[in-house]
């Protein structure tokens, strides 16, 4: 059975920085894109960051240069820094695993960030 465990989310204030994390279990994490998606009250979900198989990333314009994700094969888990945070990120975070070239994909269960004063 497939699981996907966010955490590190969190309140902080404007401008601060979070490092999420997601653990997986149950799937071979290694041949998986990964991502990072968010869902704010009242929007669709879109997408923040993946990192393919082979370690390139790709960023949503509204956080490149801010927030940075990687992956570490021998743990399994797939981070996200989110530096110089803005009240515009705050949002549910979910974390997606998929492989290329397949539909079925993976999702946890999310985690809050809030970036507020």
């Known amino acids: 059975q497939v699981q996907l465990v966010e955490s590190g989310g969190g309140l902080v204030q404007p401008g601060g920085s979070l490092r999420l994390s997601c653990t997986t279990s149950?799937?071979?994490?290694?041949?998986?894109?990964m991502g990072w998606y968010r869902q704010a009250p009242g929007t669709q979900r879109e997408l923040v960051a993946v990192?393919?198989?082979?370690?390139?990333?790709n960023y949503a314009d509204s956080v490149k240069g801010r927030f940075a994700i990687s992956r570490d094969n021998a743990k399994n888990t797939v981070y996200l820094q989110m530096n110089s945070l803005k009240p515009e990120d705050t949002a549910v975070y979910y974390c997606?695993?998929?492989?290329?070239?397949?539909?079925?994909?993976?999702w946890g269960q999310g985690t809050q960030v809030t970036a507020s004063s």
């Open positions: 997606n695993a998929k492989r290329i070239g397949e539909v079925r994909e993976y």
């Open positions: 149950g799937m071979m994490f290694s041949i998986y894109r």
């Open positions: 990192i393919t198989p082979g370690s390139t990333t």
